[in-house]
């Protein structure tokens, strides 16, 4: 360890000399856009009668997003399920936000091909909620059995 006399001193000597001492750095505070979507009510399953001629509806899930980037956002839905047994749709109900346009729902979607279609458009809240509107419907000639989706919700710039 070195003795710390010769440090000391030189400090004596420069507040002698000097009465004052000052530095600066310069501190760069970012904040970066982010986008979050979450889907609240687990995995739901809906039981169709194919002798029925309605369809079987589930609204117990809910999509809730945030984002903190400013201009319109949408939100895209698609299924795993590329060729499904059974028809199966989803819309958004009871929009509702924080901002001026909590965004405009696409109406039913079919959920059929594996592709990301518009859900909700015209996003410009930065919170934002829907309650989800499943229906599922068969008939009897697409025979018993069970179809399953992964259904993703994708929350993106216009």
């Known amino acids: 360890m070195r003795p710390l006399a010769?440090?000391?001193?030189?400090?004596?000597?420069a507040a002698s000399v000097q009465a004052q001492s000052s530095n600066s750095h310069v501190v760069r505070v970012t904040v970066l856009e982010r986008n979050s979507i979450v889907v609240l009510g687990g995995d739901i399953t809906l039981i169709v009668n194919?002798?029925?001629?309605?369809?079987?509806?589930?609204q117990s899930c809910d999509v809730l997003?945030?984002?903190?980037?400013?201009?319109?956002?949408r939100i895209t839905v698609r299924s795993s399920l590329v060729n499904p047994r059974y028809a199966l749709t989803v819309e958004a109900r009871n929009i509702t936000g924080n901002g001026q346009n909590p965004g405009i729902p696409a109406g039913v979607v079919p959920l059929r091909d594996g592709v990301d279609r518009d859900f909700i458009t015209r996003i410009r809240s930065s919170l934002g909620s829907a309650d989800l509107l499943y229906s599922a419907s068969a008939t009897w000639a697409a025979g018993m059995g069970t179809?399953?989706?992964?259904?993703?919700y994708t929350l993106a710039d216009r």
């Open 147 to 152: 179809d399953v989706h992964t259904v993703t």
């Open 50 to 58: 194919p002798l029925n001629p309605t369809p079987t509806t589930n």
């Open 6 to 13: 010769p440090f000391i001193a030189a400090i004596g000597l």
């Open 65 to 73: 997003w945030f984002c903190n980037g400013q201009g319109n956002r």
